[in-house]
């Protein structure tokens, strides 16, 4: 009985046909984001579960097809998948009240009553799209709506064109990495679990540990961005005061959700004080009315709570289809046989090497994925962890790397990007010039490997979990 419930999954041809089902996922990703751009996640789903449909055709008898779609369930239904799901879900509402209330436009209000020009102009705009990115958790929601109100602004103000449009990503990118509501952050933490096997690593302290890579990274960005934003730019006049200040208020909420992130390491009651100090403050400014918190006309719902909720549907749907083909291949033993593999290599036979690994994998699967930073992470995260998990490094420390290496250098690539796709479709530019202006991501991957070859945040996990500078394994 005992051996029947340890048989794996069998495959004809062998275990390496258990990755059909990413083969096919992969594709359908190249296809979408690249090739057709069509920047849809009930899609990118669509792919995975058409992966697995083909895959199922692959095992061994028809005894194999019941365990595969077994499989499948069980990887869906994991503790980690199911954390995900509901996190996200949660999350979203908030992120759609920041949205509704139109952070974006106080930003721009600022910029033009101070008189921002060039260089300073493009510098400040990364900075602003890093707060709404980070209030938002949401990277390709920050990119559609910094776009539309600070680019041709800066285009008038003298900015270079390929620099802004490389501040609103790398901005876009600095919150979506950082942000303790943003997906790939959620993913990121949901992968790693602490070797008790039960607990995975709580998005608060992964995110107050991670700070100071993104807080580097933007630094020297900004600076980079004060001298280089300008080049090339022509001011074409002064340009009216747009904006307004009301929804600089909205920053209220999001610093009481981070401080109560930070202090109670509890995803849930940060968001439930962003959710509720969020609301007050939008009614009370008059940037939302009751309606636009939930509301139904002509038998339709309306509302940043229902909107909020929608907006997670496609993020959700891939998280499960994802999920169920990391099911298959953990169960063909496709996982364990990749990460031995690693594991026997001359490189990771010391905690530098193995973080080399991961940082090798991590881009190479985001490049596979097109940019798309959450498959990515939701792909390759198991992997990191049990690599992690072998060599003792905290899953604060693998979540950190797996999010930043996902976020950094893999997204500069002109032909299989996302975010530089995003960025051609909504500034005009070529590839090859948005992917130039991305200086935030090629300087979080120069941050991220400067920490892993000198051993800079590495932390190791201890017996019950805790963080403990030396590897106890060693001692």
């Known amino acids: 009985m005992h051996e029947e419930k340890n048989e794996k999954l069998q495959f004809r041809f062998g275990w390496g046909m258990s990755f059909i089902p990413m083969v096919v996922f992969t594709i359908v990703c190249i296809l979408l984001f690249i090739v057709f751009k069509a920047f849809d996640m009930h899609a990118l789903a669509m792919g995975g579960f058409v992966g697995l449909s083909i895959g199922a055709l692959f095992v061994k008898n028809f005894k194999e097809y019941g365990k595969f779609w077994n499989a499948v369930m069980k990887g869906i239904a994991s503790p980690t998948s199911v954390a995900v799901v509901l996190i996200l879900f949660i999350i979203g509402m908030f992120s759609q009240l920041m949205k509704s209330a139109g952070v974006s436009n106080g930003f721009l209000w600022l910029a033009s009553t101070i008189g921002m020009k060039g260089g300073i102009y493009v510098a400040f705009v990364f900075l602003a799209c890093c707060v709404i990115s980070t209030a938002t958790g949401s990277s390709i929601g920050t990119m559609f709506a910094a776009f539309p109100i600070f680019y041709s602004a800066g285009i008038a103000l003298g900015a270079s064109p390929m620099f802004l449009a490389g501040a609103i990503l790398g901005g876009a990118v600095f919150g979506d990495n950082l942000a303790p509501i943003s997906d790939t952050t959620i993913a990121s933490c949901g992968t790693q679990v602490y070797r008790d096997g039960i607990r995975t690593a709580e998005i608060s302290g992964a995110v107050a540990s991670r700070f100071k890579y993104s807080l580097v990274a933007a630094i020297i960005t900004t600076v980079l961005l004060v001298f280089l934003g300008g080049i090339g730019g022509t001011v074409s006049g002064d340009l009216a005061v747009g904006g307004s200040p009301l929804p600089l208020l909205m920053l209220i909420p999001v610093g009481l959700l981070l401080f ?60 499960i289809s994802v999920f169920g083909i990391m099911g298959v291949l953990q169960e063909a033993g496709a996982l364990d046989k990749l990460v031995d593999w690693i594991l026997k290599s001359k490189l990771a036979r010391t905690p530098k090497g193995a973080e080399i ?25 198991p992997v990191v962890n049990e690599i992690g998990k072998r060599k003792n490094i905290h899953p604060y420390r693998r979540a950190n790397l797996l999010d930043g290496f996902a976020n950094s250098i893999a ?42 070859l000198t051993g800079w945040g590495r932390r190791f996990e201890g017996p019950n979990g805790e963080e403990v500078k030396e590897d106890p394994a060693q001692k």
């Open 411 to 452: 997204n500069n690539v002109p032909f299989l990007s996302c975010f530089v796709f995003i960025g051609v479709a909504l500034s005009g530019l070529n590839p090859g010039v948005v992917a130039l202006g991305l200086v935030y991501t090629a300087v979080l991957f120069f941050v991220l490997l400067f920490a892993v």
């Open 260 to 319: 109560v992130a930070i202090k109670t390491r509890d995803i849930f009651a940060s968001i439930t004080v962003g959710l509720v100090s969020g609301t007050i403050v939008a009614l009370a400014s008059g940037l939302l009315q009751f309606g636009d918190i939930f509301s139904v006309e002509n038998g339709v719902t309306q509302g940043f709570l229902s909107d909020g909720v929608a907006s997670m549907m496609g993020t959700v749907t891939l998280v």
């Open 357 to 381: 690994a991961m940082m090798i994998g991590t881009n190479l699967t985001t490049l596979l994925f097109g940019g798309v930073t959450s498959a990515s992470i939701l792909t390759f995260g």
